[in-house]
């Protein structure tokens, strides 16, 4: 079974501070992990991939396969970081998102 | 390029209509999707093509149907509308699927009501 748990429904930190969205998930196969944001009025757009072990947008994100997750991190949140994030730990299933308020 | 593009952007349906959600994309992609997404909810995946011909259900098929004639297209079809199925619904187009770790590219959604 697939199943992806985003324990935050929103999530509020003041400008500057560290930020942590968390990602727990349970899958068969071999897991691709995804993270996706939506800005305001904007479409779902993917965020960073697991795969590239990238950092966008100062985000960076670290699978631990032990305890199967995939938080996502951001050491000093931005106002412009205000959006839903959605973990994806395959190409087709997602979380049910946790929407980040960052406070002036 | 105009990417993934979706009609309507919004819809209203009396209880037993019947509609077809449009989505078109124009890069090539081998790859679509149809998700919906219900209130505090993640996007469960409806149906998914990988290729022109090529069809098969996701988590949530039922009550809907699928076709995929061309590359660029593939329309959802509501049969007889439920309010169960009052959702946004997302079509998504990737390069690829599979184990390939392949970025989805969304469109804006359609907001639908079925009363």
């Known amino acids: 079974a697939q199943r992806v748990t985003q324990p935050e429904k929103l999530l509020s930190v003041l400008k500057g501070a560290p930020v942590e969205l968390k990602c727990n998930y349970s899958?068969?196969?071999?897991?691709?992990l995804f993270w996706y944001v939506q800005y305001s009025r904007q479409r779902l757009q993917l965020l960073l991939r697991?795969?590239s072990r990238e950092s966008i947008k100062g985000f960076t994100a670290d699978l631990n396969k032990g305890e199967t997750s995939f938080h996502l991190k951001k050491p000093f949140a931005q106002e412009e970081d205000s959006a839903m994030y959605y973990c994806?730990?395959?190409?087709?299933?997602f979380g049910p998102g946790t929407r980040l308020s960052v406070l002036p | 390029n105009a990417g993934v593009t979706q009609t309507p952007k919004f819809r209203i349906l009396k209880i037993g209509q019947s509609m077809t959600l449009q989505c078109t994309q124009d890069?090539?992609?081998?790859?679509m999707y149809w998700y919906r997404q219900d209130p505090g909810m993640g996007l469960k995946l409806i149906y998914y093509?990988?290729?022109?011909?090529?069809?098969d259900k996701g988590e949530v098929p039922n009550g809907y149907n699928v076709s995929r004639s061309t590359t660029e297209d593939f329309p959802l079809r509501l049969e007889l509308a439920a309010p169960s199925q009052t959702s946004v619904y997302f079509c998504?187009?990737?390069?690829?699927?599979?184990?390939?770790?392949?970025?989805?590219?969304f469109g804006p959604g359609t907001r639908l009501t079925v009363t």
């Open positions: 899958y068969s196969g071999s897991p691709e």
């Open positions: 093509s990988v290729g022109a011909g090529i069809t």
């Open positions: 890069m090539n992609h081998n790859y």
């Open positions: 697991h795969i």
């Open positions: 998504a187009s990737s390069y690829g699927g599979g184990a390939g770790s392949y970025e989805q590219y």
């Open positions: 994806a730990p395959a190409e087709e299933v």
